[in-house]
T-cell receptor, first 110, second 111 residues
Framework: GNSVTQMEGPVTLSEEAFLTINCTYTATGYPSLFWYVQYPGEGLQLLLKATKADDKGSNKGFEATYRKETTSFHLEKGSVQVSDSAVYFC?????????FGTGTSLTVIP | DSGVTQTPKHLITATGQRVTLRCSPR?????VYWYQQSLDQGLQFLIQ???????AKGNILERFSAQQFPDLHSELNLSSLELGDSALYFCASSAEYNEQFFGPGTRLTVL
């Protein structure tokens, strides 16, 4: 069956550090892949997406590339800010269903 | 603002009671999804409706039920509430099964 596995947190980084949050998936076909972000006290917001292999999604300095050969969709940002502190969820969509990872909490300290 | 609305924002009730959570999807979105988010179990998919019909079911308890009405709003009914049902309940809507937009959530506290 379909599933998403993402790096466990919590992750604590200093401002301007490089961020990677790993995400791998299992799917039977050709899913779309997403990263969602949840700021404290809020709902999930779509951060970026990729709909086919080798696509790169990007938004607000975050990037992730759909790698079919390694079934991965790792989230990266070159220089994090305090305002990036949030919980990040990797997700896939296939056949009308969505599957979410367990979420990775990121705290950025000044 | 995602365009998805949920009411109420907070709900406090007692064990054994029944509550109804309401969700209005973004204009034009036919799909509605319900999720439960708790500290120990993360984000759990409960159920999906598409244009009034149940489309997919996740880890939804038999004490829970949902429906989607002709105007596309949806309600999640939780009955015989237990302490462990305390959680955030999110609704999301989608137009083409390719991207979900989440509401702000309803925080349920069962005392």
């Amino acid at each position: 069956g379909n599933s998403v596995t993402q790096m466990e947190g919590p992750v604590t980084l200093s401002e301007e550090a490089f961020l990677t949050i790993n995400c791998t998936y299992t799917a039977t076909g050709y899913p779309s892949l997403f990263w969602y972000v949840q700021y404290p006290g809020e709902g999930l917001q779509l951060l970026l997406k990729a709909t086919k292999a080798d696509d790169k999604g990007s938004n607000k300095g975050f990037e992730a590339t759909y790698r079919k050969e390694t079934t991965s969709f790792h989230l990266e940002k070159g220089s994090v800010q305090v305002s990036d502190s949030a919980v990040y969820f990797c997700a896939l969509s296939e056949n009308f269903q969505f599957y979410f990872g367990t979420g990775t909490s990121l705290t950025v300290i000044p | 603002d995602s365009g998805v609305t949920q009411t109420p924002k907070h709900l406090i009730t007692a064990t054994g009671q029944r509550v109804t959570l309401r969700c209005s999807p973004r204009s034009g979105d036919l799909s509605v999804y319900w999720y439960q988010q708790s500290l120990d179990q993360g984000l759990q998919f409960l159920i999906q409706y598409y244009n009034g019909e149940e489309r997919a079911k996740g880890n939804i308890l038999e004490r829970f039920s949902a429906q989607q009405f002709p105007d596309l709003h949806s309600e999640l009914n939780l009955s015989s509430l237990e302490l462990g049902d305390s959680a955030l309940y999110f609704c999301a809507s989608s137009a083409e099964y390719n991207e979900q937009f989440f509401g702000p959530g309803t925080r349920l506290t069962v005392l």
